[in-house]
């Protein structure tokens, strides 16, 4: 986590089961978490892994089309609309879920005062969402067109 100031933490705090070392990127350390600090420290991980897992199933879903020389089928731009959500929620969501998990970890400890609530979402996810909605609507185009065409010959 990124702290903007230097931090003073008082010496009981390292000897608690909470530790925050280092002043501008610190580091929070659990000595022995128990088990509700143990969902919370992998639920961030586990968020950005099932979204990672739902993109790469819809991808292997899309291949599979590919594989039979059908690519405009109604499936594929709904599966790349879902694809989209899923990134833009990589981008948007992760961060609040770090944000959350971090501040649920450190509430009433005496490291408290010296983390701030950080939540920042970065542009790349969301101009890469974008474009793959936009892919998606070449895909949707493609299949109005290929509907439009399949009698014509």
């Given at each position: 986590?990124?702290?903007?100031?230097?931090?003073?933490?008082?010496?009981?705090?390292?000897?608690?089961?909470?530790?925050?070392?280092?002043?501008?990127?610190?580091?929070?350390?659990?000595?022995?978490?128990?088990?509700?600090?143990?969902?919370?420290?992998?639920?961030?991980?586990?968020?950005?892994?099932?979204?990672?897992?739902?993109?790469?199933?819809?991808?292997?879903?899309?291949?599979?089309?590919?594989?039979?020389?059908?690519?405009?089928?109604?499936e594929n731009a709904r599966r790349l609309q879902v694809i989209a959500a899923?990134?833009?929620?990589?981008?948007?969501?992760?961060?609040?879920?770090?944000?959350?998990?971090?501040?649920?970890?450190?509430?009433?400890?005496a490291v408290s005062p010296a983390v701030p609530f950080a939540y920042t979402?970065?542009?790349?996810?969301?101009?890469l969402g974008l474009l793959v909605a936009a892919l998606a609507e070449v895909?949707?185009?493609?299949?109005?067109?290929?509907?439009?065409?399949?009698?014509?010959?």
């Amino acid at each position: 986590m990124t702290i903007e100031a230097v931090t003073r933490v008082p010496a009981a705090v390292s000897s608690g089961p909470v530790t925050l070392h280092g002043t501008h990127r610190a580091e929070i350390a659990l000595a022995h978490p128990d088990v509700q600090q143990r969902i919370l420290l992998a639920l961030p991980d586990l968020f950005y892994g099932a979204l990672l897992v739902l993109v790469l199933v819809l991808l292997l879903r899309m291949a599979r089309t590919l594989r039979r020389d059908d690519v405009f089928v109604p499936e594929n731009a709904r599966r790349l609309q879902v694809i989209a959500a899923a990134i833009v929620a990589m981008g948007v969501l992760g961060p609040a879920v770090d944000a959350v998990t971090t501040h649920l970890l450190i509430s009433g400890t005496a490291v408290s005062p010296a983390v701030p609530f950080a939540y920042t979402v970065s542009s790349a996810p969301l101009l890469l969402g974008l474009l793959v909605a936009a892919l998606a609507e070449v895909f949707r185009q493609g299949t109005r067109l290929r509907e439009d065409t399949e009698g014509l010959v």
